[in-house]
């Protein structure tokens, strides 16, 4: 499926859905009358109909509103509906004040109330209706050439974006004998090797529209050959690059008389965004110090009391490796303790909160990726660098996609680098709503069977497997 009609179908049901709140306001105030005066009253409220579409259009251009981009998740859902809504809010107000026309504050307010259900009704039906055509079949199916992370990755990323329509039918693991590729997970075959003649029958019974080439090493003459038979079957193929460049920067393909060349741009930090997102940080972290100092001070004198010392000074890397004091609770993490209130401070990230005092110092921001310790920052490579160009967060892309400290360091700052060449103020709010969410989440998650675990994590968008044997983050990394 094109995912720009997508976005385009959605944008156009919310402008349907907007009128439908206009209607349900009017019979929710006046019924089904039909006086003038009522009638004057109801048609007050028109304008403010209208400002909404342009509001909406407008934040569908500067924003993901469409639920899909970055993959489905319900949680960001919720938050950019959430945000969206309360931006036309505000706007429709300052509209209200500023003509100081009469209108039914009863009817708005109506109006105003309707608009966030029904546009999670939109994108929920939407996500019902691609799940409706994948049960279909009408789907793209999907078959990855490739072994490793690379590999599993694209795979998982296809699982996260159902609007792609597309399937994985099987991967293709290329061995040491580039003549002969292992297919897992394809019954009856799935521990036996195919010859490359036995490929192409697969390729044929499983009707393959597409492959993709996920090697961590450049493709060998044989599989060239096999790529190149592949296409002649009418079977598109498509290459990941492998350069971890691309997740640091913003690519773009240029077609030189046929040589196809990836130019990779450098993300920068306007002055603007800098400037807003410093003073959103300064008047949340007020707003937010002396609630979350009473919320904390009776877990201040218990571990005061049972460890000497309520709070500790950590050594982090911050924005361009420079080293700072973070402070947090004296907790470790992973806790060691069988306390279970150290457990109920590390498993809601309580522990982080005294972190604010960071924020209000100019040495963290809200959002941002997750400071690591100098140890580690020094052991940084190249493309791990780039998650230092921003300043370090209390929460982050990464937080709100589940992972922590015995997550891999490698998808963790994949996240990061997202969150790097893409920052806008937006986003960092929508993110701000998305880590209640996640954390609201962290109790059913944590009591749930491992098979649920186990279910929650895959259609987080990576296999658990990958995490689990992936290298993990130091302690307090989250």
């Given amino acids: 499926m094109n995912t720009r009609k997508l976005e385009v179908w959605i944008l156009l049901a919310d402008l349907a859905s907007i009128g439908i709140a206009f209607f349900i306001s009017d019979l929710?105030?006046?019924?089904?009358?039909?006086?003038?005066?009522?009638?004057?009253?109801?048609?007050?409220?028109?304008?403010?109909?209208?400002a909404t579409i342009a509001c909406w259009i407008a934040l569908s251009v500067f924003m993901p509103m469409d639920g899909f981009r970055g993959g489905w998740?319900?949680?960001?859902?919720?938050?950019?509906?959430?945000?969206?809504?309360?931006?036309?809010?505000?706007?429709?107000?300052?509209?209200?004040y500023l003509t100081r026309s009469y209108v039914s504050r009863l009817a708005l307010g109506y109006f105003m109330v309707l608009l966030a259900p029904g546009f999670l009704m939109v994108r929920c039906g939407a996500r019902?209706?691609?799940?409706?055509?994948h049960e279909e079949g009408e789907i793209w199916r999907v078959l990855i050439l490739g072994s490793g992370r690379v590999a599993q990755?694209?795979?998982?990323?296809?699982?996260?974006?159902?609007?792609?329509?597309?399937?994985?039918?099987?991967?293709?693991?290329?061995?040491?004998?580039?003549?002969?590729?292992?297919?897992p997970g394809l019954a009856p075959r799935s521990a036996s090797q195919l010859s490359t003649l036995a490929i192409f029958d697969l390729i044929r019974l499983e009707r393959v529209n597409e492959v993709i080439i996920a090697l961590s090493q450049a493709p060998s003459p044989e599989i060239r050959t096999l790529l190149g038979r592949i296409r002649d079957m009418g079977v598109e193929t498509?290459?990941?690059?492998?350069?971890?460049?691309?997740?640091?920067?913003?690519?773009?393909l240029i077609a030189l008389d046929g040589l196809p060349l990836v130019q990779l741009r450098e993300p920068g930090l306007s002055r603007r965004y800098l400037v807003l997102k410093r003073a959103m940080d300064l008047l949340v972290s007020i707003a937010l110090l002396a609630p979350a100092f009473l919320f904390l001070l009776p877990f201040a004198v218990i571990l005061a009391v049972k460890k000497g010392a309520a709070f500790r000074w950590e050594l982090r890397g911050g924005r361009y490796g420079v080293s700072f004091r973070m402070l947090?609770?004296?907790?470790?993490?992973?806790?060691?303790?069988?306390?279970?209130?150290?457990?109920?401070?590390?498993?809601?990230?309580?522990t982080e909160l005294p972190q604010?005092?960071?924020?209000?110092?100019?040495?963290?921001?809200?959002?941002?990726?997750?400071?690591?310790?100098?140890s580690r920052v020094t052991e940084y490579s190249e493309w791990q660098l780039r998650r230092l160009k921003v300043k370090p967060g209390m929460t982050g892309l990464a937080q709100v996609h589940g992972m922590r400290e015995s997550s891999s360091f490698e998808q963790k700052t994949r996240f990061d680098l997202q969150y790097v060449v893409h920052p806008y103020l937006?986003?960092?709010?929508?993110?701000?709503?998305?880590?209640?969410?996640?954390?609201?989440?962290?109790?059913?998650?944590?009591?749930?069977?491992?098979?649920?675990?186990?279910?929650?994590?895959?259609?987080?968008?990576f296999p658990v497997d990958v995490m689990s044997n992936a290298p993990s983050t130091q302690p307090s990394a989250d």
């Avoid at 929710?28 to 109909?49: K, Y």
């Avoid at 974006?161 to 003549?179: I, K, S, T, W």
């Avoid at 004296?330 to 069988?338: F, G, H, L, Q, W």
């Fill in 426 to 461: 937006l986003w960092d709010i929508s993110l701000l709503l998305e880590t209640i969410w996640t954390l609201l989440r962290r109790e059913s998650v944590v009591s749930a069977p491992a098979g649920i675990r186990e279910h929650d994590s895959q259609h987080a968008g």
């Fill in 238 to 252: 498509t290459l990941v690059p492998q350069s971890y460049e691309l997740y640091a920067s913003r690519p773009n």
């Fill in 28 to 50: 929710l105030r006046f019924g089904l009358t039909w006086m003038p005066d009522e009638r004057a009253s109801i048609h007050a409220l028109v304008p403010f109909v209208f």
């Fill in 356 to 374: 604010l005092c960071n924020v209000l110092r100019g040495q963290m921001s809200l959002v941002g990726p997750r400071p690591d310790p100098t």
């Fill in 328 to 350: 947090r609770l004296n907790v470790d993490r992973p806790t060691s303790s069988d306390s279970r209130l150290e457990c109920f401070l590390e498993r809601f990230s309580i």
């Fill in 153 to 183: 990755e694209v795979a998982a990323k296809i699982e996260q974006h159902p609007e792609m329509l597309c399937r994985v039918v099987g991967m293709l693991f290329p061995n040491q004998d580039a003549e002969e590729l292992i297919v």
């Fill in 73 to 96: 998740k319900l949680a960001a859902v919720f938050s950019q509906v959430l945000l969206g809504t309360a931006l036309t809010a505000a706007a429709l107000l300052a509209l209200g």
């Fill in 128 to 133: 019902q209706f691609l799940r409706w055509r």
